[in-house]
C-alpha cells in the first residue's frame, strides 16, 4: 500500500483545513487508516484512527470535538477535516495504514505510512 497524504497549508487560528490521504493498491477497506503528527522537535503523535473492523473512530484528547476522520472506499482515500484550528495543531500531518482492527497509538503499530503535509496554523 502506498499513501499520498495532501491537503496542508498556512491558515490562521480557528480555520479549518481537510487533509486527504490517497491510497494505492487493492483492499484498501480492509486496512485502518489512521492521522498522526509531528511538531518541529517533538515525537509523532496519535491524532485519530478509524478502524476497518468496525468503522468506529477514535481521537486524540487534544481534538476531539474538533477534527473528523472519515473515509470513503470507494474512492481509497481517508480524510481528517481539521476545524477551529489552534497554533499548537501546527505541524506535519501523517496518515498511516494498519491491518489490525484495533486502535493502536503508537507509530511502530502501524504498518504503511505516507509522506507527510505541512500544517501551520499562525495567531
Known amino acids: 500500500v502506498q499513501l499520498q497524504a495532501s491537503g496542508g497549508g498556512l491558515v490562521q487560528a480557528e480555520d479549518s483545513l481537510r487533509l486527504s490521504c490517497a491510497a494505492s493498491g487493492r483492499s484498501f477497506s480492509r486496512f485502518s487508516m489512521g492521522w498522526f503528527r509531528q511538531p518541529l522537535g517533538k515525537e509523532r503523535e496519535f491524532v485519530a484512527a478509524i478502524l476497518w473492523s468496525s468503522g468506529s473512530t477514535y481521537y486524540a484528547d487534544s481534538v476531539k470535538g474538533r477534527f473528523t476522520i472519515s473515509r470513503d472506499n470507494a474512492k481509497n482515500t481517508v480524510y481528517l477535516q481539521m476545524d477551529s484550528l489552534k497554533v499548537e495543531d501546527t505541524a506535519v500531518y501523517y496518515c498511516?495504514?494498519?491491518?489490525?482492527?484495533?486502535?493502536?497509538?503508537?507509530?511502530?503499530?502501524?504498518?504503511?505510512w505516507g509522506q507527510g503535509t505541512q500544517v501551520t496554523v499562525s495567531s
Open positions: 498511516a495504514a494498519g491491518y489490525s482492527g484495533r486502535v493502536y497509538y503508537s507509530p511502530p503499530s502501524w504498518n504503511y
